[in-house]
Nanobody, 120 residues
Framework: QVQLVESGGGLVQPGGSLRLSCAASGFTFSNYWMSWVRQAPGKGLEWVSV????????LYADSVKGRFTISRDNAKSTLYLQMNSLKSEDTAVYYCAKDLGVATYEYDYWGQGTQVTVSS
């Protein structure tokens, strides 16, 4: 069955960095666009970033552009999110999500999420 397992979250000071990982299994990872989506405390879901099947095309929300970098390793079936210059407003649960296909921005599978807390 499809599984998405995030890791790498934690507590970091403002200005710090974290690298999130999402290990995928149960489907042909290289065939699907993948996204990161986050949910801050008391708020709705916010799309963060998307990457195409081979990693050559990426998009970011304005709120993270220039600070976050999405990438993937298809040989390892793993999605990454490098987060730099973290701000308190980046505090959220971060989810990786499998696109239904190619750039549909609709998701059929989600990971369990990993908590990122940015605080001094």
């Amino acid at each position: 069955q499809v599984q998405l397992v995030e890791s790498g979250g934690g507590l970091v000071q403002p200005g710090g960095s974290l690298r999130l990982s999402c290990a995928a299994s149960g489907f042909t990872f290289s065939n699907y666009w993948m996204s990161w989506v986050r949910q801050a405390p008391g708020k709705g879901l916010e799309w963060v970033s998307v990457i195409n099947t081979y990693g050559g095309s990426t998009l970011y929300a304005d709120s993270v552009k220039g600070r976050f970098t999405i990438s993937r390793d298809n040989a390892k079936s793993t999605l990454y999110l490098q987060m730099n210059s973290l701000k308190s407003e980046d505090t959220a649960v971060y989810y990786c999500a499998k696109d239904l296909g190619v750039a549909t921005y609709e998701y059929d599978y989600w990971g369990q999420g990993t908590q990122v807390t940015v605080s001094s």
